[in-house]
């Protein structure tokens, strides 16, 4: 695909529903997110009450059709929703991103008319969490290596396994489970189901000690003879591992969107401290050292930016955006890092300590280099589609 036919018909202008997304959320962020964000992330815990907030402000569901309980916006505004609340809070950002992308659009997209009353409207009013398991101790960016099995038993199906690193893995009260039931056909095998955390034998294990989004719970998930009633299997019989790849492709423009943000919050803060931070005299901003980071930060996020809405824009129109959606998150991640690492240094020994903020980005930016694909996955991806 050319250039041409990438950029053709992009309107790279916001358009008033996006713009007031945009300063709604930003507002959000700065007046209810900021204060004691630092202290979340020593405390590796997130506020429920900001939950019930983003809820009320119908975040949690941004993309869902209103009939469901939701927003009823286009996955531009998500990004932007994301983006906004991520140059605050990286934590906030992941639990709108795997909530909207992984388990909602999944479930409004695939499920059954009872499956989205019963499922899809609590979870897009944020009157309930959804977490998505997929990754596994031996399946991680081998998707196809599933260790966790839902075996056919009369009207239901014995779930059994282990799940890892499991975003909202606490906090959830809804999980969609991928599992392998028919080991022979391998990845032809595999099932998406929906899965309440109060059935027995569902148990949830140690919280990860993670070095970024610490406010964010991510756990370890258990299963023992989880009796999964067969009318919450999401699709037709192994259709599980098509589900999970294509709840993957647009999840990949959230955490796209969350490392942008990223990236803009950490840019914002050097841009500010740069102007306020004199040495020899003058504002540390009038030294072309530092001019030329501010440049290379400001260059760098409006092209993963670009990338970005470009992805999302694809995907709302109905194009084939697996592509789109790889490099931005692959460009956006790479950026993330790089941008806080810059501005740390920009900040010098102030941006080591936690009161600047910086080095919570720093920390914060690594991850959207790993989860959802790891980069060499998206380089796997954006391989793929370019030899077709």
């Known amino acids: 695909m050319s250039a041409s036919q990438l950029l053709a018909g992009m309107d790279f202008n916001l358009s008033e529903e996006h713009l007031a997304v945009q300063a709604a959320v930003r507002d ?8 004691g964000v630092i202290e979340r992330d020593n405390a590796q815990h997130f506020d429920p009450a900001l939950l019930r907030k983003m809820s009320e402000l119908g975040l949690l569901g941004i993309m869902v059709a209103p009939e469901y309980g939701g927003g009823g916006m286009d996955t531009l505004a998500y ?14 950002g992941v639990i709108v991103s795997v909530n909207n992308s992984l388990v909602c659009w999944g479930l409004e997209e695939y499920g059954t008319d009872q499956q989205k009353q019963q499922y899809l409207t609590p979870l897009a009013s944020g009157e309930v969490i ?12 081998d998707a196809t290596s599933q260790h966790t099995t839902a075996i056919p038993n009369g009207d239901h199906y014995l779930l059994n396994g282990t799940k890892n ?19 022979e056909l391998k990845h032809k095998g595999i099932n998406a189901f929906i899965v309440d955390k109060g059935w027995t034998g569902f148990s ?6 993670k070095m970024g989004i610490r406010a964010s719970d991510t756990h370890t998930l258990m299963f023992s003879d989880v009796k999964v ?74 092209a993963a930016r670009l990338l970005v809405y470009k992805a999302a824009r694809m995907k709302d129109e109905g194009k084939d955006y697996i592509q789109a959606a790889a490099m931005a998150k692959l460009y956006a991640s790479e950026v993330a890092m790089w941008v806080t690492t810059e501005a740390v240094q920009v900040h010098g020994g102030y941006g080591y300590v936690k009161e600047y903020h910086v080095e919570r980005h720093m920390r914060d930016a690594k991850i959207t280099q790993i989860y959802e694909g790891t980069s060499e996955i998206q380089k796997l991806v954006i391989a793929r589609e370019l030899l077709k």
Request: with cysteine.
């Open 28 to 35: 959000f962020a700065q007046t209810e997110l900021l204060p």
């Open 130 to 141: 959804g977490a998505f398991c997929l990754s596994e101790p031996e399946a991680g960016s």
């Open 79 to 92: 990004a932007i929703a994301v983006e906004e609340i991520s140059k605050v809070d990286a934590s906030a």
């Open 165 to 183: 690193w499991i975003t909202n893995g606490n906090t959830s009260s809804v999980c969609i489970v991928i599992a392998q039931t028919h080991p």
């Open 204 to 209: 949830v294990g140690k919280k990860e000690d």
């Open 229 to 302: 009633p067969a009318e919450n299997r999401i699709g037709a019989d192994g259709f599980g591992f098509r589900f999970a790849m294509n709840v993957l492709n647009g999840g990949r423009i959230g955490i796209a969107a969350q490392a942008l943000g990223i990236a803009a919050g950490a840019f914002e803060l050097s841009l500010k401290y740069s102007k306020e931070r004199k040495t020899f005299g003058k504002p540390i901003a009038e030294h072309q050292a530092i001019q030329f980071k501010l440049s290379e930060m400001a260059v760098k996020i409006e």
